[in-house]
């Protein structure tokens, strides 16, 4: 009674999935290999965040930037043109030499303007590289577990092309929606800034010379 309790539980592990691959020396080095892939693919997707999340602090300062330095220089603008508008002469002075602040206006918004489209753009690499990160590390981890599920039963050609061929479709969908939508914000962006930068510039030009 022992021994065919005994025969049960062995032909039972047996036929466990977990079992099978065990005793597969094939079975057992591909998913050894794979669990090696998935945690690399995990420290990559980490360094990944990190990198984007570094982009947008970027992005962020570089915001932050250019509204003050816009400030700041009305502000200075007003306050000179104020303190001068008493004396005729200073203040046509002031007018003949305002393309020199107009200058170091427009220079400097167009650097940071610069600035703000490499990043942008850099996020969307960023983006689209820590997407398909993830694509992987979604496709291997689900390769994994059909491993372990179906141990010796899992066709390695067929099972693999099949995930691959829906991880195709998904990425091609996700950026084929996805694609116009973040190129068009950030345009945007960028030509509201530009604009924002040329209102400073003809408000220079009349605190200056009115």
Same mark, same amino acid.
């Given at each position: 009674m022992a021994d065919s309790g005994a025969l049960v539980v062995t032909e039972?592990?047996?036929?466990?999935?977990?079992?099978q691959i065990a005793a597969s020396e094939t079975h057992r080095l591909l998913l050894k290999q794979w669990v090696k892939?998935?945690?690399?693919?995990?420290?990559?997707?980490?360094?990944?965040e990190a990198c984007l999340n570094g982009a947008r602090k970027e992005i962020a300062f570089l915001y932050c930037a250019f509204f003050a330095f816009h400030a700041a220089s009305v502000l200075l603008l007003f306050l000179s043109s104020s303190s001068s508008s008493a004396a005729s002469a200073a203040a046509t002075t002031a007018c003949r030499r305002s393309w020199?602040?107009?200058?170091?206006?427009?220079?400097?918004?167009? +650097?940071?303007?610069?600035?703000?489209?490499?990043?942008?753009?850099t996020e969307a690499v960023l983006e689209r590289v820590l997407a398909r990160e993830r694509?992987?590390?979604?496709?291997?981890?689900?390769?994994?577990?059909?491993?372990?599920?179906?141990?010796?039963?899992?066709?390695?050609?067929?099972?693999?092309? +099949?995930?691959?061929?829906?991880?195709?479709l998904r990425a091609e969908a996700k950026g084929a929606a996805d694609r116009p939508r973040r190129w068009q +914000?950030?345009?945007?962006?960028?030509?509201?800034?530009?604009?924002?930068?040329?209102g400073v510039l003809v408000l220079t030009r009349f605190l200056l010379c009115n």
């Amino acid at each position: 009674m022992a021994d065919s309790g005994a025969l049960v539980v062995t032909e039972a592990q047996q036929q466990h999935p977990l079992s099978q691959i065990a005793a597969s020396e094939t079975h057992r080095l591909l998913l050894k290999q794979w669990v090696k892939e998935e945690d690399l693919l995990a420290r990559r997707v980490a360094l990944w965040e990190a990198c984007l999340n570094g982009a947008r602090k970027e992005i962020a300062f570089l915001y932050c930037a250019f509204f003050a330095f816009h400030a700041a220089s009305v502000l200075l603008l007003f306050l000179s043109s104020s303190s001068s508008s008493a004396a005729s002469a200073a203040a046509t002075t002031a007018c003949r030499r305002s393309w020199i602040p107009y200058l170091v206006s427009l220079l400097s918004s167009l +650097t940071m303007l610069w600035a703000l489209w490499y990043k942008s753009d850099t996020e969307a690499v960023l983006e689209r590289v820590l997407a398909r990160e993830r694509e992987d590390a979604l496709y291997l981890a689900r390769c994994v577990s059909e491993l372990k599920r179906k141990g010796l039963r899992f066709d390695l050609l067929k099972e693999v092309d +099949t995930l691959r061929r829906a991880k195709n479709l998904r990425a091609e969908a996700k950026g084929a929606a996805d694609r116009p939508r973040r190129w068009q +914000t950030r345009d945007l962006a960028v030509f509201a800034l530009f604009a924002a930068a040329c209102g400073v510039l003809v408000l220079t030009r009349f605190l200056l010379c009115n």
